[in-house]
């Protein structure tokens, strides 16, 4: 089989990586891709925010498979509209990815379906906010209703700011459009944890859980970024714990999507705070998480290509995916300023050194390659990720193989993993 997978960061590297496993896939496609998946697929250009290019670039390659990575195709229609021409492909509808692409359709579709989570309010204007403000205590988190790549979400501690921070989403300056309604949510303390499902529409099988660091410091300091690592081991969610996700989160709504007429295939991506109330959804992504889908995918040992058809095909079950006791960990090299503004096309020394550590693969998140040479390409540059039969040996090869590679302005948190491994 032909697969092509959309998409050019860490999280499609992966995807590519691991559907090149699969005795039963004969040719990988990705567009737009990057400099390191490359070497591993026929990389081709698009433009992910045009469904007409999407379509035609479909059209001329007749892929048997397509894999959507990034949330922004999938919120314009994409495979709505793959669908309607016959064409296999993985992910949800746009009316299903609204539980990513508007943040009050899904904090409503919760209320609706008593799915827990934070006490909210939706505003559209100053005057809504004004009004809602005095229902919520400090801190109180502002965040944007439509896709913000990870910016929209600012945890205000005083009135004053989350008055001021509304404003600015509000009047467009601060994210355009995505800003211009927004939802005030209470702010929640405990562990974040993403936990994804593969459904069919009706039936759901969990992945491992995976455990993000969001932001750009040591010791979760500074700005949230689009995750600077990533972690997953078999002792973070219990079997005990993972029948109650199932049951009070991701089945309530596969089976409320379905109620409500948006039936949603494709992979849940549950991003939830595990408060001393229990687990709470922060939020609902319509794909895979980048970059935990780069620790998730090393641990999983059975064929991909298998789960993927079996969600567009109907017939998901728990037992289709077969995991790695092992615990895996991915570590984000950035470029100097992320996530502000950074300078790209530096030289990247070092990458076949990392890879020769043992257990380590290095996935391309944004770089280039030219005259035998890798460059950086984005903000997140490599997501350098290790497996081992211990948290403790998968973190020392990350760090070990990170230190082999070099490029000018690099920054990376050094403490990915480090409070799971002091409990
Ligand atoms: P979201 O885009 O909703 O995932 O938010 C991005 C990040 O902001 C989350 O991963 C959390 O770290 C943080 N966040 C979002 N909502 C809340 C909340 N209600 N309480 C505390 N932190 C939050
Ligand atoms: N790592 C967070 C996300 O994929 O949205």
């Keep these: 089989m032909?697969?092509?997978?959309?998409?050019?960061?860490?999280?499609?590297?992966?995807?590519?990586?691991?559907?090149?496993?699969?005795?039963?896939?004969?040719?990988?496609?990705?567009?737009?891709?990057?400099?390191?998946?490359?070497?591993?697929?026929?990389?081709?250009?698009?433009?992910?925010?045009?469904?007409e290019s999407?379509?035609?670039?479909?059209?001329?390659?007749?892929?048997?498979?397509?894999?959507?990575?990034?949330e922004l195709p999938l919120s314009l229609g994409m495979v709505d509209e793959f669908t309607r021409r016959g064409w296999k492909t993985f992910g949800p509808t746009r009316a299903a990815a609204q539980l990513e692409s508007s943040k009050s359709f899904a904090k409503e579709f919760m209320q609706r379906h008593h799915i827990p989570t934070a006490h909210y309010a939706i505003c559209k204007s100053l005057e809504d906010v004004r009004d809602a403000l005095p229902h919520f205590h400090l801190p109180v988190v502002a965040k944007a209703d439509g896709l913000a790549a990870g910016k929209g979400v600012v945890i205000c501690k005083t009135k004053e700011e989350a008055t001021a921070v509304a404003g600015e989403m509000l009047s467009g300056k601060m994210l355009g459009e995505a800003g211009a309604s927004l939802v005030l949510e209470e702010c929640l303390q405990g562990d974040e944890l993403s936990f994804l499902v593969l459904s069919d529409g009706e039936?759901?099988?969990?992945?491992?859980?995976?455990?993000?660091?969001?932001?750009?410091?040591?010791?979760?300091?500074?700005?949230?970024?689009?995750?600077?690592?990533?972690?997953?081991?078999?002792?973070?969610?219990?079997?005990?714990?993972?029948?109650?996700?199932?049951?009070?989160?991701?089945?309530?709504?596969?089976?409320?999507?379905?109620?409500?007429?948006a039936e949603y295939k494709g992979v849940l991506y549950c991003g939830l705070m595990m408060t001393a109330k229990g687990p709470m959804v922060l939020e609902f992504n319509c794909r895979f998480g980048d970059p935990e889908t780069q620790p998730v995918l090393m641990r999983l040992e059975s064929?991909?290509?298998e789960a993927l058809e079996a969600s567009i095909e109907g017939r998901v079950s728990e037992g289709d995916f077969r995991w790695s006791q092992d615990a895996s960990v991915c570590v984000v090299m950035a470029s100097g300023g992320y996530p502000g503004t950074f300078e790209a096309g530096k030289r990247i020394s070092g990458l076949a050194d990392a890879e020769k550590v043992g257990g380590v693969k290095v996935f391309h998140a944004g770089t280039t390659q030219h005259d035998n040479a890798y460059f950086t390409a984005g903000g997140r540059v490599l997501g350098v990720t290790a497996k081992a039969a211990e948290l403790k040996s998968a973190v020392d090869r990350a760090y070990e193989a990170v230190g082999k590679i070099k490029f000018d302005g690099v920054h990376y948190r050094k403490d990915i993993a480090a409070r799971a491994l002091k409990k």
Excluded at 7 to 35: D, F, I, M, T
Excluded at 59 to 68: A, E, G, I, Q
Excluded at 241 to 261: C, D, S, T
């Design 303 to 305: 064929d991909l290509m």
């Design 2 to 51: 032909k697969v092509l997978v959309i998409g050019s960061g860490g999280r499609e590297h992966a995807l590519v990586w691991k559907l090149r496993q699969s005795p039963r896939v004969s040719q990988v496609y990705c567009a737009p891709g990057n400099g390191g998946i490359a070497a591993e697929a026929e990389c081709l250009p698009v433009d992910v925010k045009r469904v």
């Design 54 to 70: 999407l379509t035609a670039l479909a059209d001329r390659l007749k892929p048997d498979l397509t894999v959507v990575g990034p």
């Design 203 to 261: 039936r759901v099988a969990p992945l491992v859980a995976a455990q993000d660091h969001k932001r750009v410091g040591d010791g979760d300091t500074g700005p949230n970024t689009g995750g600077m690592g990533a972690y997953s081991t078999s002792a973070m969610v219990d079997d005990q714990m993972q029948n109650w996700l199932l049951q009070h989160i991701a089945r309530p709504v596969v089976e409320g999507m379905k109620a409500e007429g």
